[in-house]
């Protein structure tokens, strides 16, 4: 074993390439075939990209990564424009697969990207008046750090699969419903959540095509909780009508008519303004739904997917369940003290969550996302695709805010143009919009966005 194991790192770093294979793994990584080597039954692959991305900003609001972001209140960063290049979305990706033993196989699959910095005050010379943890500029976008994306175990039998490790949440179909985009995501409105599970499911054929589902303990947003967030999903394919779908801004694959139908619930707990013990504490529930689907619209074909068009479509609605779009909080602050409670009070939960009503009951933020993404295949190397999306919420403005306001809605529109120079690289070009209309009812903001994209992906 020891042998084998020493010659499949050998061919992994020596040869370039053996053989292709599809990704297994959903979502934005890469879908087009990539390098799989062969050695005594075990199989490797080695994926990834390289990616420079930049974004031109009407205001100064957002990093490289809008997300759910508040855009920035009337003022100096408002009426000025923001320029970004960033290749810190650039990833690397490899994968095991063991032999069948019995019917049962193993994988084991470990992917990062280089959205990780540095907070050491060695690292750069932070800027005129920063904080020490802060890099400067040039150390933030040229020195970036590795982190992990994915890091999992799979066991896959003829009864049931279990997965431990960190990858796609269940709740929005587990990554297989992203929009094709050239922004870096998630984007506004998205359920775009990676995060430490155990997950127990598994997924039967039949003939019109397959059924799958998953159950899932999942790391809890609040860990003094004690016990985890709690997730499920069901997903149907049928196979009888394909269409070609793509993912973020790499790769596309044929894809039948899918479904899925997810749910998520967690809890939340802090002591009261004037507890009676050290184990008094008061707790809140979060739930939330999603609802996913594919529906290619005209079909594809293996041969050719020139005059495809497919809708990737996403719903969802629940409470404390920001931590699965990609920062959101709606502006609200810290969930802080409970009125009355002492000034040394604190508590462990993280920003948009949960908060503080007048009667000092510890309420969940209530939240509703819909998300359709329309695309449109010219030639099998040329496409349009276009996004519509909207982020709400219904009591953000309940909760105190950081001074920036919360927001009732967000929405968002954009529409991209992508080429496949070569079958390895493509370019895009997109332009997006995005308004949001704050709490106070009077403030309505606007940020625009140009985004073009550089990939090489293997």
């Known amino acids: 074993m020891k042998r084998a194991a020493l010659a499949l790192i050998a061919v992994a770093v020596l040869v370039p390439s053996i053989a ?58 408002s009426n000025n424009g923001r320029f970004q290049e960033t290749i810190r979305n650039s990833r690397l990706g490899f994968s095991l697969e063991t032999p069948d033993y019995g019917g049962t196989r193993g994988y084991g699959l470990i992917e990062g990207d280089f959205f990780g910095f540095d907070p050491n005050a060695a690292y750069s010379t932070p800027a ?11 150390g933030f976008y040229t020195n970036p750090t590795f982190r ?8 896959e039998s003829p009864f049931i699969d279990v997965l431990g490790g960190q990858t796609w949440s269940v709740l929005g179909g587990g990554g297989a419903f992203q929009p094709a985009t050239v922004a870096l995501q998630g984007i506004n409105g998205e359920i775009y959540q990676r995060t430490e599970q155990i997950r127990v499911g598994k997924t039967v054929g039949f003939g019109a095509g397959k059924f799958e589902i ?65 184990t008094d504490w008061v707790t809140a529930t979060g739930t939330a ?32 369940y920001n931590d699965s779009f990609t920062s959101l909080n709606a502006g609200i602050g810290s969930p802080g003290a409970p009125p009355g409670a002492a000034a040394s009070y604190a508590t462990t939960i993280d920003t948009g969550a949960v908060g503080w009503d007048s009667s000092g009951k510890l309420t969940p933020v209530d939240y509703q996302s819909l998300l359709a993404n329309l695309q449109y295949y010219v030639t099998n190397s040329f496409f349009f695709s276009g996004v519509y999306s909207v982020m709400a ?43 949001q209309h704050l709490s106070d009812n009077s403030q309505v903001r606007t940020n625009r966005r140009l985004n073009f994209s550089m990939w090489f992906y293997f």
């Open 393 to 435: 919420s219904d009591n953000s403005y309940t909760f105190p805010h950081g001074g920036n306001g919360t927001f009732v809605d967000s929405k968002y529109g954009s529409l991209a143009a992508m080429w496949d120079v070569t079958p390895a690289t493509r370019v895009g070009l997109e332009g997006v919009w995005t308004r």
């Open 214 to 278: 998953e159950v899932a303990a999942l790391r809890p947003y609040q860990r003094d909780v004690a016990i985890p967030d709690l997730s499920g999903m069901l997903r149907l394919q049928l196979d009888g009508w394909t269409g070609y779908k793509s993912s973020g801004g790499t790769g596309g694959g044929l894809s039948g008519i899918q479904l899925a139908v997810s749910a998520v619930t967690k809890q939340f707990r802090a002591q009261p303004a004037k507890p009676a013990s050290v």
């Open 128 to 138: 005129a008046g920063a904080p020490a943890s802060q890099p400067s500029e040039a």
């Open 20 to 77: 292709f294979a599809q990704a297994a793994t959903p979502g934005d990584a890469k879908v087009s075939p990539e390098p799989t080597f062969v050695i005594a039954k075990w199989k490797a692959r080695f994926y990834g990209f390289a990616e420079l991305d930049t974004m031109l900003d009407s205001t100064q609001s957002f990093t490289e990564i809008q997300g759910n972001s508040i855009i920035v209140k009337p003022g100096l960063t």
């Open 148 to 155: 992990i994306r994915h890091a999992w175990v799979k066991i």
């Open 289 to 320: 739904f999603a609802v996913d689907a594919i529906v290619p619209i005209i079909p594809a074909t293996k041969e050719s997917h020139a005059g495809a068009m497919t809708i990737v479509a996403e719903a969802s609605s629940g409470s404390g």
